[in-house]
């Protein structure tokens, strides 16, 4: 949480800091726009948390002009193109009065929800009780400065008759396609070009009308300096795309600067929030608006998500299994640390402050990959489970915290999982079955022997397929792909012991033995030679304690070499060799280790 100690250091105490931050409702807010409004928030609870005076101020960019279709909704908005979103009328069905409220209106849900805490103000309202009226004049008035900036800080070119102010159009209703040639310090000379921007056509209409009071706008660039001077604001960010040098941030410094000599207000550059590595568009579809989002994640974890970085970086959302249980596992150790380790950084403990919607204190965890397992397994009573595992009755803000990741999880099934993500128990054997290999039947079967009078428990299932495997021999991987195959028809999944411990002995042990088993094709897939186990003994000399030969079958011969090491743990090696000659390899290598332990 460095930044937030770099930004404490950069600011006075002893002055009202105004933090700032805005949005243009042109279409549903994609979850990528929460990033800099947490970032934000963080600032303004760090800065009140310290004593600092603050206030955080959010806008509502609706002057601007409708410059993009939303997705889905193109034909009902395509002859509204140009207009300010405020004079857009809201898509059928909409309670809201105009396109920018039904927007904005589902967005400012989510801030209750996230404990978000900011003034909101809409620029309609800035422009027409007019509070930009000073500003607008003096920008006019200056716009030699303004275009001296634009050359020298970004290398744009904008001819003497440039002036930085779009005046909504008299006869079309348009502000996107009006451009301003004069001022005369009581009235503006603008045309309505057909040709000033792709996106939409201008009627051709020339006039002259007062730019004050809510007849038109600045530039965004400019408007961003209006709002910096006469709010006033002191800290605001701004995103990787506007904080480069020469782009938007240092346009918009410059100007503030060269007009009215002031400093333009702290900056916190903040990289993209990505789904699937893809930045977020409302009007393109891509990615996944923020109510969607807001409604899978419980808040604190989506503040986490979007805290849990530093601000610099880009954070990539993922809607896969494995991203989601591994965020949830990180967050939970977040909580843990923060109230189980007397020695957690203080960085954490901020951290975990800011991902907080109110205090609420410890509370018991219930692990993520659990909930996702047990709702998929309607015989299981998931709160007398996780009731077990604490060891007592869940209080009502741990039953609530429960109530919310089944939400998750149910939602991320039914919207978000892929089919091999989905924990479904198979009523037969499935057909993909036939794909497991001969080593991982073996195994299966030795599975089904040992599970009948095994405890059933998750850490003793779960050691006992450890060991199984060891025996076979295969390794972890290949075990549990085998397990979770003939159960549930998928390559891979949750731990398997805690999963079996949530099944029906009986119906595991059956179907571990409905998988056919070629003996003649498991000894040779897993068998060695005598050469090989020899290689084997020299390698694990130091390690090994005991040895045991058992002969499997004599034609084909086939012996079985049992080695305990010194951990207790027992390997199993399959030899393709009659016992006799197994047991004299081992008899002669069993003898030059003792001889050696003697000396």
Not at 225 to 243: C, I, L, N, Q
Not at 244 to 263: F, H, M, P, Q, Y
Not at 466 to 487: E, K
Request: aromatic content about 10%; some cysteine; glycine content about 8%.
């Amino acid at each position: 949480m460095q930044w937030l100690n770099q930004l404490g250091q950069r600011v006075s105490a002893d002055q009202l800091q105004i933090i700032n931050d805005s949005k243009t409702p042109s279409g549903r807010v994609h979850v990528g726009a929460l990033r800099g409004v947490l970032i934000h928030d963080a600032a303004f609870r760090f800065l009140k948390e310290r004593g600092v005076p603050v206030k955080y101020l959010f806008g509502v960019d609706d002057y601007d002009p409708l410059d993009e279709l939303p997705k889905g909704r193109e034909e009902f908005f395509q002859p509204y193109l140009g207009a300010p979103l405020c004079n857009v009328p809201p898509p059928e069905g909409s309670s809201a009065p105009d396109m920018a409220e039904h927007y904005i209106g589902e967005f400012f849900q989510i801030f209750t929800e996230l404990g978000v805490v900011a003034e909101t103000y809409r620029m309609r309202d800035i422009y027409r009780s007019g509070r930009f009226n000073e500003p607008i004049d003096t920008i006019l008035r200056n716009g030699d400065k303004v275009r001296k900036v634009y050359r020298e800080v970004s290398g744009s070119i904008r001819p003497d008759d440039w002036y930085p102010f779009q005046v909504i159009c008299e006869q079309c209703g348009r502000i996107g396609t009006t451009q301003v040639t004069e001022y005369d310090g009581r009235e503006v000379t603008y045309v309505c070009r057909p040709d000033l921007v792709k996106w939409a056509t201008g009627c051709g209409q020339q006039g002259k009308v007062s730019p004050f009071d809510g007849n038109g706008k600045l530039p965004w660039k400019l408007e961003w300096v209006a709002k910096w001077h006469v709010f006033p604001v002191t800290v605001e960010g701004a995103g990787k795309d506007h904080s480069t040098k020469g782009g938007s941030r240092d346009v918009s410094a410059g100007c503030l600067k060269e007009i009215w000599g002031e400093r333009p207000p702290y900056n916190i550059p903040y990289e993209f929030f990505l789904v699937e590595g893809a930045k977020m568009s409302s009007s393109k579809g891509i990615g996944a608006a923020a109510r969607e989002i807001a409604d899978l994640l419980p808040p604190e974890l989506l503040r986490y998500l979007m805290l849990g970085t530093w601000p610099s970086r880009p954070v990539n959302f993922s809607t896969g299994e494995e991203y989601f249980v591994k965020s949830f596992n990180e967050w939970d150790r977040l909580h843990q640390r923060t109230f189980q380790d007397p020695k957690a950084k203080e960085d954490d403990r901020l951290l975990f402050r800011l991902t907080e919607t109110a205090p609420e204190g410890p509370y018991f965890d219930v692990p993520f990959q659990l909930v996702l397992t047990l709702i998929q397994m309607p015989h299981v009573d998931l709160v007398g489970e996780v009731e077990l595992r604490k060891g007592s009755p869940l209080t009502e803000l741990e039953r609530a915290k429960l109530e919310r990741r089944i939400q998750t999880a149910r939602l991320w099934l039914d919207r978000y999982a892929e089919d091999e993500e989905k924990l479904t128990l198979q009523e037969s054997l499935p057909v993909r079955a036939a794909e497991l290999s001969a080593s991982q039947r073996g195994l299966l079967h030795g599975l089904a022997a040992s599970l009948e009078t095994a405890p059933w428990e998750e850490e003793a299932l779960q050691t006992l397929i450890f060991d199984t495997a060891r025996l076979t021999p295969v390794d972890g991987p290949t075990a549990f792909q085998a397990i979770y195959r003939v159960l549930f028809d998928r390559a891979s999944g949750p731990k398997a012991g805690n999963v079996l411990a949530y099944l029906d002995r009986e119906m595991v042990v059956r179907r571990f033995r409905e998988v056919p088993l070629d003996l003649a094709g498991f000894w040779r897939e897993t068998g060695i030679s005598v050469e090989d186990l020899e290689a084997f003994f020299v390698k694990e000399q130091a390690k090994l304690a005991t040895i045991q030969v058992t002969e499997v079958s004599t034609e084909p011969p086939v012996t079985e070499v049992t080695v305990t090491m010194a951990d207790g743990r027992a390997h199993g090696r399959r030899v393709l060799a009659a016992k006799a000659a197994v047991e004299a390899v081992a008899e002669r290598f069993y003898a030059e280790m003792t001889n050696a332990a003697g000396e």
